[in-house]
């Protein structure tokens, strides 16, 4: 092969990784978006179901769900077709999210606990939904370019940025008209579903046929991954018997063996989302106080966080600052639980200001940290034990996730909120 086609080859593959890496951001984008919809017209259910601390309460219901279900999934994820899995997880979004619509038109915006246990069904589903998507998505990532991982959980923040952009130039459309809030709120959910619906499209017809994704697919397969048969036969690729490699035949690690091998990763991102979700997002709407900003401060809160965290995650991709020392990784997660004091203390003497630097930086850390462990821990492993340990990582997310929404309710004990 001359200069002149090796030029061309590398354009080609340099392309590929691109689009890829677009298409990858936006299925993270689409993974999150409803269920931060949800939260980001957070101040619209507090206006219908004031009582019922939706914050928590739909947070709470989201995350059992999503716990059991990739839990259940992670121990049987070699047997499981990633295409149909990704593919479910993102059309029950789409229906989950346009239910959510047809709820709020049907009772013409109403109140009451038969309207609000609806929505918490759905919010259920949003559980399931993810635990197959993102579990799904980050193992088939975990075997591809580290890129890849790094867009998709880019998107995941990006999902938070564009919902909290959109949500103050809502409210600030709608503030002074009638129902202001469920004209915004309707809005979102409207948007969240074609999103949705995009996202299927991109899965299931754009990103398998993108040569370079092909290509990993394909490698993964000749190293024993059967998750992949349905991605390659889309993508008109068939892999015989005689295309594995010897290696392949090998037994891969087991699940036990491999978080054995990475409980210190796993352990990592429990620590990074048990403190993230123990303040995020019910105690910026109900502990922070009365300010300056008035209805628009959890709003404002809420958005400098998702900004500072979508940030963050393009960090890791400059290499002389990213941190791969896996201890250092469990220091800096370690530190972060200083910021339990730092907001219990900033809450109740701080002002406003003070506060959204503290929950910036909450955002950045939780961002950088993210990634950095994500797309350092599946190295050194084959395309299969890549898969499974990009489950296993998931499994230990949401489980941070579960535990910090459950510690959140730690900060109204006591304060008569009950």
């Given amino acids: 092969m001359n200069t002149e086609d090796s030029s061309i080859v590398l354009s080609t ?7 890829a890496m677009v298409v990858c951001f936006f299925l993270g984008l689409g993974s999150l978006v ?6 980001t017209i957070g101040d619209y259910y507090y206006v219908l179901f ?7 309460v739909l947070t709470l219901v989201y995350q059992p769900f999503a716990l ?11 047997k499981i077709d990633t295409r149909k899995r990704n593919l479910f997880g993102y059309v029950l979004f789409c229906l989950s999210t346009f239910g959510l619509l047809i709820i709020d038109i049907a009772t013409s915006g109403k109140g009451g606990l038969g309207n609000y246990i609806g929505i918490c069904v759905f919010v259920a589903a949003f559980g399931v939904a993810d635990a197959f998507v993102q579990g799904g998505m980050v193992g088939d990532l975990a075997f591809m370019c580290p890129e890849f991982m790094q867009s998709f959980f880019a998107g995941l923040a990006a999902s938070g940025a564009l919902t909290s952009s ?7 459309a709608f503030d002074k008209t009638n129902n202001g809030l469920r004209k915004g709120a309707m809005l979102f959910l409207a948007i969240s579903t074609l ?7 991109l899965y299931a017809l754009v990103f398998g046929k993108l040569p370079i994704v092909k290509h990993f697919r394909k490698k993964a397969a000749t190293e024993g991954s059967k998750t992949v048969t349905s991605d390659l036969v889309a993508a008109g690729i068939q892999i015989s018997d005689s295309d594995t490699v010897e290696d392949a035949k090998h037994a891969r690690l087991s699940n036990k063996e491999l978080l054995r091998q990475n409980i210190d990763y796993a352990l990592d991102l429990y620590l990074i989302y048990v403190l993230t979700l123990s303040i995020f997002p019910g105690f910026l709407y109900e502990n922070t106080g009365t300010h300056q900003l008035g209805s628009w401060y959890a709003v404002v809160l809420i958005a400098m966080y998702n900004v500072w965290d979508l940030i963050a995650r393009y960090i890791p991709l400059i290499e002389c600052i990213r941190l791969e020392s896996r201890k250092g990784l469990t220091i800096a997660c370690l530190s972060r639980l200083l910021f339990i004091p730092c907001f219990y203390f900033t809450a109740k003497y701080g002002d406003q200001g003070w506060m959204i630097v503290l929950i ?7 961002g950088y940290l993210t990634v950095c462990v994500l797309t350092v821990a599946p190295k050194g492993y084959k395309a299969p034990e890549q898969n499974a340990l990009g489950n296993l990582l998931v ?16 900060w109204i004990i006591g304060n008569g909120t009950f």
């Fill in 13 to 19: 593959r340099l392309e590929g990784k691109f689009k």
């Fill in 34 to 39: 409803s269920w931060n919809s949800m939260l």
């Fill in 50 to 56: 004031p009582r019922y601390h939706p914050a928590r």
């Fill in 68 to 78: 059991i279900t990739i839990a259940t999934l992670a121990c049987y994820e070699a």
């Fill in 166 to 172: 959109m949500r103050l130039i809502t409210k600030a």
């Fill in 195 to 201: 999103f949705e619906f995009i996202c299927i499209f």
């Fill in 360 to 366: 910036s930086l909450l955002g950045l850390t939780n």
């Fill in 395 to 410: 499994v230990f997310l949401l489980a941070g996730i579960f535990s910090g929404v459950a510690l959140d309710w730690l």
